[in-house]
C-alpha cells in the first residue's frame, strides 16, 4: 500500500488539495499523510521567539484540526500528521522523505498568492532534483462537482 502526502504551510491551507487527496487515496486504497511546515523566521527574536512559535503552532492545529476533521470523516480517512517548525521548503522535503512508500505529493495553489509565489517555486525547483515522486497542485478553485 502507498502512501499520498499532503503538503500544507501555515499561510496555505488548502481545503480543495486535502479533498482531492484524501479522494485519491481512498480510491487508490493509500495511506494518507498531511505535513505542515510552519515558518521558522519568529526564531530571530531573542526572546519572543517561543511565545510566537506556540502561538502559530495552536493556530495551526486549531485550522487543521477542524479542516481535518470535516473532510477526513466524508472520507473515513484517519491521515497520519506532522507538524514542523524551520525552513518550508527543507522542512516539507524532510517529511516526504519519512513517508515510506509515497506515490504522490500534492501541494493547495490558494488565493494567497503572495506564498504560492514564493513557496510553490521554491520547493518544486528542490524537490525535482530530490526526490522521484510525482507532484500535483491542485487549484482552490476546483469544483465541488469534480469530487462527486
Not at 9 to 34: G, M, P, V, Y
Not at 45 to 57: E, G, N, P, V, W
Not at 103 to 115: D, E, T
Amino acid at each position: 500500500m502507498g502512501s499520498i502526502v499532503v503538503c500544507i504551510d501555515i499561510n496555505n491551507i488548502s481545503e480543495t488539495a486535502i479533498r482531492f487527496a484524501c479522494l485519491f487515496a481512498q480510491q487508490q486504497k493509500h495511506k494518507l499523510h498531511i505535513a505542515i511546515a510552519i515558518d521558522g523566521s519568529h526564531q530571530n527574536f531573542l526572546f519572543a521567539s517561543r511565545a510566537i512559535a506556540s502561538q502559530k503552532r495552536k493556530q495551526v492545529e486549531k485550522n487543521v484540526c477542524a479542516l481535518l476533521e470535516k473532510i477526513c470523516q466524508e472520507f473515513e480517512i484517519i491521515p497520519a500528521i506532522s507538524i514542523s517548525e524551520g525552513d518550508v521548503v527543507l522542512e516539507i522535503f524532510k517529511a516526504i522523505k519519512t513517508v515510506n512508500d509515497c506515490k504522490l505529493v500534492v501541494f493547495g495553489k490558494s488565493q494567497s498568492v503572495g506564498s504560492d509565489n514564493s513557496v510553490l517555486p521554491k520547493i518544486i525547483r528542490y524537490l525535482g532534483n530530490k526526490i522521484n515522486v510525482p507532484v500535483l497542485i491542485v487549484p482552490n478553485s476546483l469544483d465541488y462537482n469534480f469530487f462527486l
